[in-house]
C-alpha cells in the first residue's frame, strides 16, 4: 500500500541579477499619499556568481565583463583588482596608468551616452533622441564625436571597443607603443572643446527641486579623483553623523544586500540606511581632487566647490538628482583631461603584464563605473581556482534610494495636481534616469501601476 502522506520537496537558489534591461514600477496611492514604490526588476537571473566557482583565476575580467555591455570595463578592471588582491600583486608604473586610461575612454563614452542620448531629452521637451536630433542636431552630433573618442580609446587599448579582450589579470596581453597612442592624442584635444560646450550646454537647463536622502558612497583616493582604484567613503545624509571610510575588504560588513519579492536583483543597505552610489557621492567625496580645469567646469556649470574634504562645507554637497547631470558633464571634461595627460607622460613598460601566480586567498576590488561604485570579492584555492564570488553593482545598490525619490517625487507631483497616469509615468522615468541605470537603455521602459486605495 502506498504511503498517502504528501511529500513536498523545496528548491531555493539564491541568485543575483544584473539590473541593465526592463524594470516595471508599482505605486501605491493611499488618500493622496504615495505610501509605496516599487522598482520591480524582473530581468531573470544570470547566476555570474554561480558559474564563476570552479573557474580559473584569470577567467574573471572576460568573464564578468560580460555582464554589461556599457561599462564592461568596469568589471573587469574590479575583477582584476580583486585577483590580484587574492594572490598578493600589485599592478604600478605605466601599467596601472594605461588601465587609467582605458577606465577614462568608457567613462567618456557611457558618461557622454546618458547626457545626450537619454537624459538630455527630459529636459528639452522631447521624448528621445530621434526628437532631439532634429530640434538640436548640433547637440546630438557634438554627443556622438565624445562617444567616438571614448570608443576609440577604448578599441585602442582593449582590442575592441565592446568587452575588451586585451585585458588580463597583471595588465595586458599587449601594451602599446607611444607612436601608438599618439593618434588618439588630436581626438582627445577635440574633445576637449566638445566636453567643454557640453558642460556649458547642460547648466542651461533647468532643473526641478528635489533632494536625495540617502547616504553618499563613493570610493577615495589620496591625491587624485578616484576612477579605478579607492576605499569606501561615506557621507551620511544625517548631518549628526560624521562622515567615515572603511577598507575595503570591510565592504560586506557595512554593505548589506537582502532579497525582496518584488524583484530579481537584491537591494542593498549601507549600515542599516539607504545609500547613493554614482556621480552625486563622488563629487561629494572627491570632488575637491578634480583637475582645476575641471573644478572651473563645476563652477561655470553653477555647482560651484566642493567640500575641502568629505563633510566640511555640506552646503557645496549636491543632493539634487537631476543636477547629476552637471556632474556626470564635468567627469567627462575630467576625463578627456586626464587621459590627454596620461598619454602625454608614457612610457611603454618592459612588458605588458607583470605575472599573477595562483595561490589560495581572498581578494577585493572595487572602482567607480560611471553608474558608481562596484564591488567584487573572489575566494581562491591552492590551485587558483575559484570557489566563491560576489559581485555588488552600483544600480543595485541604488535601488533604495531610487524607490525613496520617486516616492517623494510623485508625491509632489500629487501635491502639484499631476495626477494622470501619463504625468506620473513622465515624473517617474524622469526620477530613474537622474540615477543612469543600466534599465534607462531603453527610452521608454516603464510600465506603470498604479493602484488607489480609497
Not at 236 to 256: E, I, K, N, Q, R
Request: glycine share 8%; aromatic share 6%.
Amino acid at each position: 500500500m502506498s504511503d498517502p502522506t504528501p511529500r513536498y520537496q523545496e528548491l531555493r537558489i539564491p541568485s543575483l541579477a544584473r539590473v541593465e534591461g526592463e524594470t516595471a514600477l508599482h505605486l501605491r496611492i493611499h488618500d493622496g499619499t504615495v505610501t509605496e514604490a516599487r522598482l520591480k526588476i524582473y530581468e531573470p537571473p544570470r547566476f555570474f556568481e554561480a558559474f564563476l566557482r570552479g573557474r580559473a583565476h584569470t577567467e574573471p575580467p572576460d568573464l564578468t565583463s560580460r555582464i554589461c555591455g556599457i561599462c564592461p570595463v568596469a568589471y573587469q578592471m574590479s575583477a582584476c583588482r580583486a585577483i590580484e588582491d587574492a594572490c598578493g600583486i600589485v599592478v604600478d608604473g605605466q601599467l596601472a596608468a594605461l588601465r587609467r586610461l582605458l577606465y577614462c575612454g568608457e567613462w567618456i563614452e557611457s558618461q557622454t551616452l546618458h547626457i545626450h542620448m537619454l537624459h538630455a531629452p527630459d529636459f528639452l521637451g522631447e521624448d528621445d533622441v530621434i526628437g532631439l536630433s532634429r530640434s538640436h542636431p548640433e547637440h546630438v552630433e557634438r554627443g556622438l564625436r565624445l562617444k567616438q573618442t571614448g570608443n576609440a580609446v577604448v578599441e585602442l587599448l582593449g582590442g575592441r571597443a565592446i568587452h575588451p579582450v586585451n585585458v588580463r589579470i597583471g595588465g595586458f596581453h599587449r601594451a602599446p607603443t607611444r607612436a601608438e597612442l599618439r593618434p588618439l592624442e588630436e581626438r582627445l584635444r577635440t574633445a576637449l572643446d566638445d566636453a567643454w560646450d557640453t558642460v556649458r550646454w547642460v547648466a542651461g537647463f533647468e532643473f526641478p527641486d528635489a533632494e536625495c536622502t540617502a547616504d553618499l558612497l563613493a570610493l577615495a583616493e589620496t591625491g587624485t579623483y578616484a576612477i579605478e582604484s579607492g576605499v569606501p567613503s561615506v557621507l551620511p545624509y544625517d548631518a549628526t553623523l560624521p562622515p567615515y571610510g572603511f577598507p575595503l575588504p570591510d565592504f560586506s560588513d557595512h554593505v548589506a544586500e537582502e532579497q525582496v519579492s518584488h524583484s530579481t536583483a537584491l537591494h542593498s543597505r549601507l549600515d542599516g540606511r539607504r545609500h547613493l552610489t554614482g556621480s552625486l557621492a563622488r563629487w561629494a567625496v572627491s570632488g575637491h581632487l578634480l583637475s582645476p580645469l575641471a573644478l572651473e567646469a563645476a563652477r561655470e556649470a553653477g555647482l560651484g566647490d566642493p567640500p575641502s574634504r568629505a563633510g566640511a562645507g555640506r552646503g557645496a554637497v549636491c543632493r539634487n538628482p537631476y543636477r547629476s547631470i552637471l556632474v556626470r558633464a564635468v567627469e567627462v571634461l575630467y576625463a578627456v583631461e586626464e587621459a590627454l595627460r596620461i598619454i602625454t607622460e608614457y612610457e611603454r613598460p618592459p612588458g605588458p603584464c607583470v605575472e599573477v601566480p595562483a595561490r589560495a586567498g581572498t581578494g577585493h576590488g572595487a572602482t567607480e563605473a560611471p553608474r558608481g561604485l562596484l564591488y567584487h570579492r573572489y575566494a581562491l584555492d591552492d590551485g587558483g581556482r575559484v570557489t566563491d564570488a560576489r559581485i555588488v553593482p552600483p544600480t543595485a545598490q541604488n535601488q533604495g534610494a531610487i524607490e525613496e525619490d520617486l516616492r517623494r517625487l510623485v508625491q509632489a507631483g500629487l501635491d502639484r495636481g499631476e495626477a494622470s497616469e501619463a504625468e506620473l509615468t513622465r515624473l517617474c522615468e524622469r526620477a530613474v534616469r537622474n540615477h543612469d541605470p543600466c534599465i534607462s537603455c531603453s527610452a521608454h521602459f516603464l510600465e506603470l501601476d498604479v493602484e488607489h486605495i480609497r
